[in-house]
Every structure is written in structure tokens, then in C-alpha cells.
């Protein structure tokens, strides 16, 4: 016997016919093997408050009626009366507005 087959033991020295490990040639390309992914604990999620957009804010500033009022006190009378057919609001804001309505009625 050789030293190699003295150093063999158990099931290997009593005659089993167990082929020698070979070792394997590295991959070409990394082996990643998947992790068993542990169940996680459910926490609510609270999202910080996102900032107002700018759609918003300008939404905000512009339909201020006391901004349209200044704007439209400015106007000639003409102008100030086709503006009531821009949308229900501008109308509703010329007609409503105190400012506006003496200038139409001064004007007259």
C-alpha cells in the first residue's frame, strides 16, 4: 500500500468505491447563491411631508381676490367688463368687490 491509501479511513479504508474529490475550475463569471430572506417586521410608514408644489402655491396667490381687485381697478371700464367672461370666479370677484363696483358705477 502507498501512504496515500494508508491515510484513507473509515469507509474508504475498508474497500468502498468512493471516486477521489476533484476540484473544481474557477467560473468565468461570479456563483452568487440567494439568501433566505428573513420575514420583516411591518412598520407604518410615514412619509415626511412633502413641500407644496408650485402648482399649488401659485394656484394659492393668484386666487387671492384681493390681488385680481387690485389688478382690475387699474383697468378701463370696458376691460373690466369683458374680464367677467374670463371664468365664474373673476366674475363673481367683479361683481362683489366694492372697489371695482364704485368704479363701474362712477364711471357710468
Not at 69 to 91: A, F
Request: hydrophobic content about 30%; glycine content about 2%.
Amino acid at each position: 500500500m502507498t501512504d496515500s491509501k494508508l491515510k484513507r479511513t473509515g469507509s474508504q479504508a475498508s474497500g468502498a468505491s468512493n471516486p477521489p474529490k476533484r476540484r473544481r475550475k474557477p467560473a468565468s463569471y461570479p456563483i452568487t447563491k440567494r439568501r433566505k430572506t428573513t420575514p420583516k417586521k411591518k412598520v407604518p410608514f410615514n412619509p415626511a411631508p412633502l413641500p407644496p408644489s408650485a402648482e399649488g402655491l401659485q394656484h394659492a396667490v393668484f386666487n387671492t381676490p384681493e390681488l385680481l381687485e387690485n389688478i382690475l381697478v387699474h383697468l378701463p371700464v370696458e376691460d373690466i367688463y369683458k374680464v367677467r367672461e374670463v371664468n365664474k370666479y373673476w366674475k363673481e370677484v367683479v361683481q362683489t368687490s366694492p372697489s371695482i363696483l364704485c368704479k363701474l358705477f362712477v364711471n357710468r
